[in-house]
């Protein structure tokens, strides 16, 4: 069983998730509420998982199959940008 450290050192708050992804925070907050990037919401407060963004970016790698799933969305939201 984990301990609560261990849950607690693999969620992220908006401002910290946007860092590791280099985003801009509302960005994140944005793709998130369309969910195009794993998060959810708890209360008013955005909570991100350290191994589902790492698995996120991991499918975006041009090198992965999944990333003809993953990217094509992505790339009409920035277009809009």
């Known amino acids: 069983m984990s301990s609560a450290n261990e849950v607690e050192a693999e969620t992220m708050g908006l401002a910290e998730a ?6 801009n925070p509302e ?8 969910r195009l990037i794993p998060g959810c919401k708890v209360g008013r407060s955005w909570v991100f998982m350290r191994p589902l963004l790492r698995e996120f970016l991991r499918c975006l790698s041009t090198n992965s199959p999944k990333s003809l799933l993953v ?11």
């Open 18 to 23: 946007a860092e590791y992804l280099k985003i």
């Open 27 to 34: 960005t994140l907050r944005l793709r998130a509420r369309a």
């Open 71 to 81: 990217y094509p969305p992505l790339r009409r939201v920035w277009r809009q940008d």
